[in-house]
């Protein structure tokens, strides 16, 4: 567990290049900055135990909550309640940047994945 993150999340998140990047895990809740390729998609899962927040910042997007879609761009959140199952999918040109919290934390600390290949081996 690490200490405490105090930066700007909106920058933080701009300038992540890595598909996934843990920067913050705490008792209860872990903070994940991502990246999606224009066509990219973080998969369709279902997390049984855990809450999660979802703020964009850069990009177009859609996500899908249990079957229902909503538009995402710049400015736009999306709260995904455990047990639902739920996908983030870029559908701009361009990177859609985001960060999650999830609730409690989903991934081990420090966690960086570079590709969704790479967070897709290890998740495997």
């Known amino acids: 567990m690490r200490g405490y993150f ?6 933080e998140t701009e300038d992540n290049n890595d598909f996934r ?3 913050f895990t705490g ?3 872990q903070l994940v900055l991502m ?3 224009s066509g990219e998609e973080i998969g369709s899962e279902v997390h049984d135990n855990i809450d ?14 249990d079957g229902t879609e909503y ?14 199952e739920h996908n983030v ?7 859609l940047k985001l960060y999650t919290i999830y ?15 790479e967070a897709d081996a290890a998740h495997h």
Do not use: W
């Open 21 to 23: 990047r843990v920067v």
């Open 27 to 29: 008792r209860y809740s």
């Open 103 to 117: 609730s409690p934390a989903e991934h081990r600390d420090g966690t960086v994945h570079r590709t969704k290949e």
């Open 6 to 11: 105090s930066k700007n999340l909106e920058h």
């Open 52 to 65: 999660q927040f979802f703020r964009f910042e850069k990009g177009e997007g859609k996500v899908i909550i």
């Open 71 to 84: 538009s995402v761009s710049d400015g736009s959140a999306a709260v995904v309640p455990a047990g639902s």
């Open 35 to 37: 990246r999606l390729k």
């Open 89 to 95: 999918i870029n559908v701009g040109s361009g990177d």
